[in-house]
């Protein structure tokens, strides 16, 4: 781990490619959100909204933890107090919370939601949990090689951010051929925000009782053991079968990237082959059709 003075350390360095990143793919969502007016996308939005403050608080605490090393952070304890890193998840939390509120009542109105562009916007949702993914495995590389606790427990808010997209993605496809799931996945997502914010809040009074800096406000320490270990044990048995399916060598070191690939390109091909589908109609005799162009009437 680096150490010069004034200078960032590997694991600071990836903190703050890790709030980059989480900044961009949640203005991605937000810009989907407003396309397609699709409720889940728009939870999902704010919920990625959480991860950009899990990294932030991650920087904050990897350079305090810096400064402290080298007796200069006087300043940013004045203006932070001495938990940077609680200080930003008490903000995070009462905004998840209002988020939380706000959705459910969405969730629960009686209305009718049309989706536009539903199947390029799962097209893209893919792509961006895909970028979730590599994050993930960036966050956890550097914070395995630097011996970073907080930088792998932010890796795995990374993962979750990528079963959210990706639970997305399926409800988009789902409300492409008419099944009305959209306000299911919104749901799903909006209890999840929920638990994030009762999570940051029990965490941080629980630490400043304690008077101990906690590894993970974001998510519940039982859902990160539960996809450190229980997660990771049903990926390696998934990608085996897989693998199998597939015809691969299970001795092959490339094994995880090659089933990897291929999911990742059947996936495509299902959806492409799901958008081609529901554009075939057959129009009766006493029947009107409207064309339309990826959900827009022309």
Not at 39 to 61: K, M, P, Q, R, Y
Request: net charge positive; with cysteine.
């Amino acid at each position: 781990m680096e150490s010069g003075e004034g200078r960032s350390t590997k694991p600071e360095k990836a903190a703050l490619v890790a709030v980059a990143t989480n900044v961009l793919l949640t203005a991605a969502k937000f810009v989907l959100a407003a396309f397609t007016a699709s409720l889940a996308l728009l939870a999902e939005a704010f919920h990625s909204f959480a991860d950009i403050g899990s990294s932030l608080a991650v920087l904050l605490a990897l350079r305090t933890e810096r400064l402290n090393s080298q007796n200069r952070s006087a300043r940013l304890s004045s203006l932070l107090g001495r938990n940077p890193q609680r200080v930003v998840a008490i903000l995070i939390g009462v905004f998840l919370l209002g988020v939380a509120v706000s959705m459910f009542r969405k969730v629960f109105e009686p209305q009718e939601i049309s989706i536009a562009f539903a199947v390029p916007a799962a097209i893209i949702m893919l792509g961006l949990a895909l970028f979730s993914f590599l994050l993930s495995r960036f966050e956890r590389a550097v914070g395995e090689r630097t011996g970073s606790t907080a930088l792998l427990a932010d890796g795995i808010h990374a993962r979750v951010d990528t079963c959210g997209s990706l639970l997305v993605a399926i409800a988009l496809l789902g409300e492409s051929i008419s099944l009305r799931v959209d306000q299911l996945a919104a749901g799903v997502i909006s209890f999840l925000i929920l638990v994030q914010a009762v999570n940051v809040f029990v965490t941080v009074a629980r630490d400043s009782l304690r008077e101990e800096k906690g590894a993970s406000y974001f998510y519940p320490d039982w859902l990160v053991r539960w996809l450190q270990h229980t997660g990771r044990r049903l990926k390696s048995g998934a990608y085996a079968r897989l693998a199998g399916l597939l015809g691969f060598r299970q001795g092959d070191p490339n094994l995880d990237g090659k089933v990897g690939r291929a999911v990742s390109v059947a996936i495509l091909f299902i959806a492409c082959l799901g958008y081609l589908a529901t554009g075939l109609f057959t129009v009766g005799a006493h029947e009107t059709a409207i064309i339309e162009r990826f959900g827009r009437p022309l």
